[in-house]
């Protein structure tokens, strides 16, 4: 079993900066990649970024060269440092980190770009 937990969300005018930061407990030894996913109302959950443990990182097209996904493994800690915001990349961002055999997931921040 892993334990995700997410935190920094909030409310954020365009072309402002939030840092997101992801927490994992539990049997975090058989977890091979973790990453950053967001729902926005009436749509699907997409993928923002993603990072192995080897270190290789996926970055989404629409967040490419403004957010950037990094890890702490001294604190089990994900981090997602989003620069640029735009109104459109408010949703609810989750964290997700993955085994062999399954999938955990927090229960998701809030962000939203607003002026």
């Known amino acids: 079993q892993v334990h995700v937990e997410e935190s920094g969300g909030g409310l954020v005018q365009p072309g402002g900066s939030l840092t997101l930061s992801c927490e994992v407990s539990?049997?975090?030894?058989?977890?091979?990649?973790m990453g950053w996913y967001r729902q926005a109302p009436g749509k699907k959950r997409r993928l923002v970024a993603d990072?192995?443990?080897?270190?290789?990182?996926n970055y989404a097209n629409f967040v490419k060269g403004r957010f950037t996904i990094s890890r702490d493994s001294t604190k089990n800690t994900v981090y997602l440092q989003m620069n640029t915001l735009k109104p459109e990349d408010t949703a609810v961002y989750y964290c997700?980190?993955?085994?062999?055999?399954?999938?955990?997931w927090g229960q998701g921040t809030q962000v939203n770009v607003t002026s």
């Open positions: 539990g049997r975090i030894d058989n977890i091979n990649a």
């Open positions: 997700n980190a993955t085994t062999l055999w399954y999938d955990y």
């Open positions: 990072i192995t443990t080897g270190g290789d990182i």
